[in-house]
């Protein structure tokens, strides 16, 4: 018998813009109780619309990611599945790469994810599914738009992913990650402003993901579907890594 997903609770962070708001519009279509965190709650509430919520969020902050999560609790009474898609990129070349740049993409990227996932877990039964989003930078070591300290950042959401899987596996909570290649997104609209630079990647990379494709894969690793998928990353990257 196919399980549904209506009526269950899953928070993504990052639900503002980009692959984030597609996997939470998605969701929300599929029939799951959306909350929608991040810090442009504007743009969090663009995407709750009227079916979902929206929490404000800083993920790199401790406080403000325990408010956010106690907020989700109050309204859903906990949590089915989580999904972290808040983070950010970083363009600037290795030798020119600050302390500051680099702990910046630690901060958010890494902490915030351990933080989401620390916070969301507290609030999940057996069955519970969590997707961490990574990248393919985090198998290359950057490239195309990102950078180094990007793809280190990305790397070592990998394997907190793995950590994750065994310290909440028995729990009965299943942890994995996507690693998206190049998708479109807002997330690297300013590295790809100019044209010249975007048709060497587009060229490089063969074919530009969408959000919304990366968002079905998200969805599908919360669901019952991806049930014996335990500690595994599914990299949807249009083939870039064959190359």
């Given at each position: 018998?196919?399980?549904?997903?209506?009526?269950?609770?899953?928070a993504?962070?990052?639900?503002?813009?980009?692959?984030g708001?597609?996997t939470?519009?998605k969701?929300?279509?599929?029939?799951w109780?959306?909350?929608?965190?991040?810090?442009?709650?504007?743009?969090?509430?663009?995407?709750?619309?009227?079916?979902?919520?929206?929490?404000?969020?800083?993920?790199?902050?401790?406080?403000?990611?325990?408010?956010?999560?106690?907020?989700?609790?109050?309204?859903?009474?906990g949590?089915d599945?989580?999904?972290?898609?808040?983070?950010?990129?970083e363009?600037?070349?290795?030798?020119?790469?600050?302390?500051?740049?680099?702990?910046?993409?630690?901060?958010?990227?890494?902490?915030?994810?351990f933080l989401?996932?620390?916070e969301?877990?507290?609030?999940?039964?057996?069955?519970?599914?969590?997707?961490?989003v990574?990248?393919?930078?985090?198998?290359?070591?950057?490239?195309?738009?990102?950078?180094?300290?990007?793809?280190?950042s990305?790397?070592?959401v990998?394997?907190?992913?793995?950590?994750?899987?065994?310290?909440?596996?028995?729990?009965?909570?299943?942890?994995?990650?996507l690693?998206?290649?190049f998708i479109?997104?807002?997330?690297?609209?300013?590295?790809?402003?100019?044209p010249?630079?975007?048709?060497?990647?587009?060229?490089?990379v063969?074919?530009?993901?969408?959000?919304?494709?990366?968002?079905?894969?998200?969805?599908?690793?919360?669901?019952?579907?991806?049930?014996?998928?335990?500690?595994?990353?599914?990299?949807?990257?249009?083939?870039?890594?064959?190359?």
């Open positions: 018998m196919r399980q549904t997903v209506h009526g269950r609770r899953v993504v962070t990052g639900a503002a813009s980009g692959i708001a597609a939470a519009r969701l929300i279509a599929d029939g109780r959306v909350a929608c965190l991040d810090r442009n709650i504007d743009g969090a509430r663009a995407t709750a619309g009227d079916r979902g919520i929206c929490v404000p969020i800083d993920v790199a902050d401790e406080p403000s990611t325990v408010a956010a999560f106690a907020q989700v609790r109050e309204a859903f009474g949590l599945a989580l999904v972290t898609a808040a983070g950010v990129i363009t600037t070349p290795f030798l020119d790469t600050s302390v500051e740049q680099f702990r910046r993409l630690f901060d958010i990227n890494v902490i915030g994810s989401s996932v620390r969301g877990a507290k609030q999940m039964q057996p069955g519970s599914r969590i997707c961490m990574a990248s393919i930078s985090s198998y290359t070591g950057g490239g195309y738009v990102a950078t180094g300290s990007y793809a280190t990305k790397g070592a990998l394997t907190m992913m793995k950590s994750c899987a065994r310290a909440l596996g028995d729990k009965g909570i299943a942890v994995n990650a690693a998206p290649g479109d997104t807002p997330f690297v609209a300013s590295a790809m402003s100019d010249v630079r975007r048709a060497q990647v587009v060229a490089a063969g074919k530009v993901g969408t959000a919304e494709q990366i968002a079905e894969c998200a969805a599908w690793l919360i669901s019952p579907g991806a049930d014996f998928v335990h500690g595994s990353t599914l990299i949807a990257d249009g083939g870039v890594l064959m190359h």
